[in-house]
């Protein structure tokens, strides 16, 4: 990552702190990094509850798509 | 406190409504006569699960987050779209814990969400055994009602619509409609409530098959047909199951009689496709000799542009063209220049997304929407057709298409009495939420309409 690609942003000490212990012995060297990673996982499950549950059974989504079909909507 | 009943008549339009019936539908009159009546511009596309929405949200097609009735999910599957595509809050979201909301047969309310009254989905519905009804008794109510197979929409299965023939098609349009006006009057008096929505769908499904029947004014006008009267008597028979549920009504109930788009006789349809690959614009990936289905996947990596949508045209030009600008353009000017099949010039209109849409980076936004000759021409994406022209698709012959405009009527305590110039379909969830009492969020741009 370029500096140009980085921005920075504020935490409460005691939370960085707390962050600095738990990522002792670990794969993380930073604060950053650590929240990084949180910050990506906690969008991603968030996005995807965001998307279009499964509405539709297969079947029931074949059935309502041709009846739409027949009458002339569906391109 | 005021209360709200929406008698919603699916693509009932103007024209037919408030002058060339209006002597044969006395309730519906007397609804004009005693309180206001306007046209109602519908969305751009004039799409039944659009529109509703729009109706009942106060917002555009971008902003809902539906453009048809297929979206492409994360895998590039074409999918059927639900209730869940909805990005926009609805009425009875907004209406919250506030006030109590029934709302019956919207179109894309399937699968239904628990909120603060009673739903049941509309015409997308798989079957009763669905996520049709909320709460889930209710399903109990509309199985003693008859057969559920036609509760949702004439059609079920694998039936298609296209191939009943008129005498059933009616059958089932009145037995669906009797179903629904049944429930309907059921809950009025059984169940509290603050605004009680109702779509009824019979009118649209009839209305493509039937117009050749009695518009002399249509190129395959069907002379003495034994059909000519069928489309008006069952706008004969929703007024009169209106005049029963307004005899329902307490007299704080004020009534609006709504269309989300309007009707109007179908010339025939441009092959869309067609001609953007004569054009040079799309290149299929293999060739295509009998009639079929666009499908994306037919599409040459190396086309600059292609299209989708029945009845209006959806363009989308390839966004990985450096000149993508200049060859939107170029379509746009040339589709205002395709004739009809007699040569004539037709009164096409072309919209490109950032003047009509408030997101106009939506997924899945066509960057130009088509209307041939003002939507009196469709369009047909199919491929494999021969020239320019079609009088059908792979699914069968059209007698009228969606237009613009549809109805608006509003009667009750405290309506003002009159004729309003032409008004915007978003405009009605601000006025509702007037008469309610309740604050208009900020994310509606449209005024209330001044009703009072």
Known sequence: MTESNITTISLPKVLAEK??????????????SYVTYVMRQVLSNVESQDKPKEAFSEQDEKKVKERLR???YLD | MTKIFIYGIDGAPPELIFDRWKADLPNISALIENGIHARMESTIPPATNIAWNSMLSGQDASKIGVFAYTYKDNDGNTRLVSSNNIKTELIWDILGDKKRTISLFVPLSFPVRPI????VSGFLTPDIDSDCAYPKELKEKIKKLGSTDNFFDVTQGLAGHKSLDIDTLLKRTYEMSDMQTTLMKDLITSEDWDLFITVLIGTDRLQHMLWQHFDQTHRRFIKDSKHKDALKDYYIYLDKKLGEILNLLDDDTIIIVASDHGMARQE???????????EGYLKLNKDIKEKTRFKFELID????AWATGAYHARIFVNKDLEDWQITLEEIENKLKLIPDDKGQQLNTKVFRKEDIYDDPDAEGCPDLTVYFDDLSWASNPDLGQEGLYSWETAVGADSAGHSRQGCFIIAGPGIKKGKL???DIRQIAPTLLRLLDQEIPKTIKHKPIEVT
């Open chain 2, 116 to 119: 603060n009254g009673m739903m």
């Open chain 2, 421 to 423: 110039g032409v008004i």
């Open chain 2, 268 to 278: 025939g349809k441009i092959n869309i496709n067609n001609w953007l690959m004569q």
């Open chain 1, 70 to 72: 027949s009458l002339g």
């Open chain 2, 301 to 304: 990596k190396s086309s600059r």
């Open chain 1, 19 to 32: 962050i600095k212990k738990r990522i002792e012995g670990t794969g993380f060297n930073s604060v950053s």
